[in-house]
Nanobody, 129 residues
Framework: QVHLVESGGGSVESGGSLRLSCAAS????????MAWFRQAPGKEREGVAG???????SYADFVKGRFTISRDNAKTTLYLEMNSLKPEDTAMYYC???????????????????????WGQGTQVTVSS
């Protein structure tokens, strides 16, 4: 099991930037896919971006060109650099980890339903217009 703790959320104006971090501990050596999800009030949780141990990165269409996912080589910290933020980006952002690889967003989205996925507690991002 991997313990995940997110940080870096906050309130910004439209067009602003934030950098989210996710500190991982525990069974990180067996982790491949690490990803960011988000959930807005009244909406389902959705995948934002993912990265796996083979270095493959994927993004949801609604964040391409604005968000950048990265992680350190030790796989202990996951980041999400968010630029050009929009009010519709307002949501609780969650970090997720799983042993599976995630070559594309279809695989990333699968973390949402796998019982083997570990989740953080979330960090709130609020973007005002």
């Amino acid at each position: 099991q991997v313990h995940l703790v997110e940080s870096g959320g906050g309130s910004v104006e439209s067009g602003g930037s934030l950098r989210l971090s996710c500190a991982a501990s525990g069974a990180t050596s067996t982790t491949s896919c690490m990803a960011w999800f988000r959930q807005a009030p009244g909406k389902e949780r959705e995948g934002v971006a993912g990265i796996d141990s083979l270095g493959r990165i994927s993004y949801a269409d609604f964040v391409k060109g604005r968000f950048t996912i990265s992680r350190d080589n030790a796989k202990t910290t996951l980041y999400l650099e968010m630029n050009s933020l929009k009010p519709e980006d307002t949501a609780m952002y969650y970090c997720a980890a799983n042993r599976i690889h995630c070559r594309d967003m279809t695989a990333v989205q699968a973390l949402n339903v796998l019982r083997t996925t570990d989740w953080g507690q979330g960090t709130q991002v609020t973007v005002s217009s």
